[in-house]
């Protein structure tokens, strides 16, 4: 069966913002991939997402920069990986995978500001990225930042914090600042 690929971005700071890096700007090294994210013997396994992978593929072009679509990005500050933003970001990975559909908006009518309040994340500003059908977290790290809108919140200096969650192949990715 054939299952498209989709990517959807959110941010919240009175603007959207749409543009994506080139891939000249992105190098992922693939040789240590196994695919297989879901070792519980791993502690930097949290939701299903290997952390410190995650953390270093989006702190690495934080501070070399990207191009996202036209506009340069320069280098901005590192974010730190934030348990409460992983909750929030595995449920809502779940609840997509679980009733097989595809939105920010929660069967709830929940937003992600909402469902970031209810993991306990006291934020100021939020963005979310979320994805279906990518198996590793360079691969889901390479599409977002090929695309519209997640290349912007991936580069956003005004975030602080990350995290991430997965359930089967559906991914959300949340980030903030307080």
Not at 40 to 61: F, G, I, R
Not at 87 to 112: I, Q, R
Request: proline share 3%; charged share 15%; hydrophobic share 35%.
């Amino acid at each position: 069966m054939f299952m498209p690929l989709r990517i959807l971005p959110v941010i919240l700071l009175g603007s959207f913002l749409f543009s994506s890096c080139k891939k000249t700007d992105v190098v992922v090294d693939n040789s240590n991939s196994t695919g297989n994210n879901n070792n519980s013997s791993n502690s930097n396994v949290v939701y299903n997402v290997n952390k410190a992978t995650m953390l270093q593929l989006v702190n690495d072009v934080r501070q070399k920069g990207c191009t996202c679509g036209t506009t340069v990005m320069p280098p901005v500050g590192v974010v730190a990986w934030n348990d409460q933003l992983a909750k929030a970001s595995y449920d809502h990975s779940v609840e997509m995978n679980t009733h097989d559909y595809f939105s920010h908006t929660g069967l709830n009518g929940s937003d992600p500001g909402q469902r970031i309040t209810a993991a306990g994340y006291p934020w100021s500003s939020w963005g979310e990225n979320i994805a279906e059908g990518y198996s590793t977290e360079q691969i889901v790290m390479n599409a977002w930042l090929g695309s519209e809108g997640h290349c912007k919140n991936v580069m956003n200096g005004g975030f602080k914090d990350m995290g991430a969650g997965r359930d089967g192949n559906y991914w959300t990715q949340d980030f903030g600042s307080k």
